[in-house]
């Protein structure tokens, strides 16, 4: 009866300590705010197929298959495009513990990724263009000292002023960090077909969540993308 009653404890306190973890990593820690500010929403496919990055196929990284985008204008009528490559998956094929643990919790096995951010991998690249619909700046994410053995690899935001078209990119990490690279090496690559980033697409890859917590995050966006344009 005594080890019965052990063994109770031992399962009543073992659910209160997976409870207190569950709240932990659930609970909310910040609303995400939905209103545009200054933005308009735009779509306009004909202006975001003339922008559309080129990005360079990865042999080990792959390259994405598809590519979205939403559009917004501010105040000063300057237009803001962010395209969205879309990769079907992303995994760190590399030795070393720290990447075979991230194959078995992260990107593999637990999947840990997916319940955090969503299916798939969906990165951003934004075009920032002036009133007469010149561009201005690109904006990316490359990545801070990648070390591939490494579990994790840290996002290093990147931009350049006064870009030459066409935009071109290569492929640098396994989880598709960019690197701008010169018009030319893209001479043989054709950017994807754009397609607006609809609303059904956005919900089901999770792109935004009315509530973060530390295992529910965003995905890579922009404010004006927030908000898709009506009749989409």
Request: proline share 6%; glycine share 4%; aromatic share 12%.
């Amino acid at each position: 009866m005594a080890l019965k009653n052990r063994a109770l404890r031992y399962v009543a306190s073992l659910i209160v300590v997976l409870a207190v973890i569950a709240y932990w990593v659930l609970r909310p820690i910040r609303n995400t705010d939905f209103s545009l500010g200054e933005f308009t929403v735009l779509r306009d496919d004909v202006l975001a197929a003339k922008y559309a990055p080129r990005i360079l196929p990865h042999a080990t990284y792959g390259a994405p298959t598809r590519l979205f985008y939403r559009m917004g204008k501010n105040s000063e009528n300057r237009v803001f495009i962010a395209y969205h490559p879309f990769f079907e998956d992303e995994i760190n094929p590399h030795s070393g513990f720290g990447a075979t643990i991230n194959r078995l919790v992260y990107t593999g096995g637990l999947r840990l990724k997916d319940f955090i951010f969503g299916a798939a991998d969906i990165e951003l690249i934004e075009v920032i263009l002036d009133k007469n619909l010149y561009p201005k700046k690109i904006a990316w994410e490359g990545a801070e000292n990648y070390q591939p053995k490494n579990f994790g690899v840290k996002h290093k935001p990147e931009a350049k002023d006064n870009p030459t078209v066409p935009f071109c990119f290569a492929i640098t990490t396994w989880n598709h960090m960019f690197k701008n690279m010169d018009s030319s090496a893209c001479s043989n690559t054709q950017p994807l077909k754009v397609e607006y980033f609809s609303t059904p697409l956005w919900e089901k890859y999770s792109m935004t969540k009315e509530t973060e917590a530390i295992l529910r995050r965003n995905r890579a966006h922009r404010i004006y993308e927030r908000v898709a344009v009506k009749n989409e």
